[in-house]
């Protein structure tokens, strides 16, 4: 069963960036499509991105696109977001997950494995 663990959140002001990332052990890695997602208070989980599993496809939600990047090493069992331009209601707790069924790159149910989640907070 492989285990993720996210770091790289904090408090940044708007505009801001903030580089995450979600390391993995305890599995072969490079075998599943890998997502980000986020959670609010009082708000349902949220997809932000995923990426398969040779980087060769991203998926982003519109709120992130053009803002976010998502990327991978699997030489290293990592794999990050990049955020940029950020903004207030980006604030939330990032999670990275393993993706294990194939319904949709944006259910968090086709999703496992999660971490424990690093908070994001940008400041107004």
């Known amino acids: 069963q492989v285990q993720l663990v996210e770091s790289g959140g904090g408090l940044v002001q708007s505009g801001g960036s903030l580089r995450l990332s979600c390391a993995a052990s305890g599995g072969t890695f490079s075998s599943y499509t890998m997502g980000w997602f986020r959670q609010a208070p009082g708000k349902e989980r949220e997809f932000v991105a995923a990426?398969?599993?040779?980087?060769?496809?991203?998926y982003y939600a519109d709120a992130v696109k053009g803002r976010f990047t998502i990327s991978r090493d699997n030489a290293k069992n990592m794999v990050d977001l990049q955020m940029n331009s950020l903004k207030p209601e980006d604030t939330a707790v990032y999670y990275c997950?393993?993706?294990?069924?194939?319904?949709?790159?944006?259910?968090?149910?086709?999703?496992?494995?999660w971490g424990q989640g690093t908070q994001v907070t940008v400041s107004s």
């Open positions: 990426i398969t599993r040779l980087s060769s496809n991203k």
């Open positions: 997950a393993i993706r294990y069924n194939s319904n949709s790159y944006r259910n968090p149910t086709d999703y496992g494995s």
